[in-house]
């Protein structure tokens, strides 16, 4: 039988070790190799050519939201799992929308990761309890938000960090424009900063 190729992206030595160990106990996964950053993993992936792979997010070097964007880029075939201690929404939305398939958290039961794996090369997209409701609340907006399609997207940009240049480049709409969207966003939550508006948006699930 053919074994499912996984490699590990983890920077806490033990628990790299657990989850390599886990893996290559499974009769049928082996884990082919394991990196404690995305640079050195990224540079072997032709040479380990995995099927899965387990990233953390924390990562030193190269974020592991930032190592799944150019994992997918290159290789869009590989399946990521993040298994991390992170649980915002932000890490959530960012990981899934960088090219993750799958997102855990660490306090997750040996079997169960396992499980999640085979879940995941069957065309699964697992998440821990959390996460899944977390995403299940995302599509819950409350539809008498009074901000328009645009603004919307404007603010969850802008909540997710993201400069004005970096929202202009993403909506491919100049940095003027979206100065006027958020203008327009703070007149219509009653609010003068963007922190009251995201605050006010998370909380009455406009966004």
């Not at 995941?120 to 907006?141: D, E, H, W, Y």
Request: charged letters at 30%.
């Amino acid at each position: 039988m053919r074994l499912l190729k996984v490699v590990v992206i983890e920077d806490d030595n033990l628990i790299r070790e657990a989850f390599a160990n886990l893996i290559n106990e499974s009769d049928k996964l082996i884990c082919i190799a394991d990196y404690d950053n995305c640079e050195e993993a990224i540079k072997n992936l032709t040479k380990d050519d995995p099927q899965i792979i387990l990233m953390d997010i924390g990562l030193p070097g190269i974020s592991g939201i930032e190592g799944i964007r150019r994992i997918k880029k290159s290789y869009p075939k590989v399946e990521i799992i993040v298994v991390t201690v992170h649980e915002d929404d932000t890490k959530v939305f960012d990981a899934l929308c960088a090219g993750a398939s799958g997102y855990l958290t660490k306090n997750i039961p040996p079997e169960r990761l396992l499980k999640a794996i085979y879940e995941l090369n069957s065309g699964g997209a697992p998440m821990s309890t959390s996460i899944a409701r977390m995403v299940i609340k995302s599509f819950q907006k409350n539809f008498e938000s009074p901000l328009s399609p645009r603004e919307t997207e404007v603010l969850q940009l802008l909540s997710r960090g993201k400069t004005y240049t970096m929202i202009a480049d993403e909506l491919f709409i100049d940095k003027e424009t979206v100065r006027t969207h958020i203008k327009n966003i703070y007149t219509k939550l009653e609010v003068s900063s963007k922190a009251e508006a995201i605050e006010k948006a998370n909380k009455e699930r406009f966004i």
